[in-house]
């Protein structure tokens, strides 16, 4: 059974709030059926770069944001490869509970 995963991460703006830094959210596709976590990091929409998913620039601020969303990536990647190795179900919502 083959299950295609992706993960993504990317802003959550509301469009009534007026914020200086954003939520970072990130998006858990399996199959076509996503589910969607809070990292618990914010930032400025302007040190955001969508197309790489992470912050650019090489400030403090930024490499602890970048290396906090890579430990929740390698988190994610650990928990696909955990339910596959338990000849589990893979699904989004089990990896999101997993987290």
């Avoid at 991460?9 to 954003?22: C, S």
């Amino acid at each position: 059974m083959t299950n295609n995963v992706a993960v993504l991460f990317y802003l959550k703006k509301r469009t009534n709030v007026i914020q200086e830094k954003i939520p970072v959210y990130v998006r858990i596709t399996c199959d076509g059926k996503r589910t969607e976590l809070a990292t618990g990091e914010k930032i400025q929409p302007k040190l955001w770069d969508p197309s790489e998913e992470r912050a650019r620039g090489k400030s403090e601020v930024v490499t602890k944001l970048n290396s906090a969303l890579n430990a929740v990536e390698l988190k994610v990647n650990d928990t696909i490869r955990y339910l596959k190795d338990c000849g589990e179900e893979l699904t989004a919502e089990k990896i999101k509970n997993r987290f």
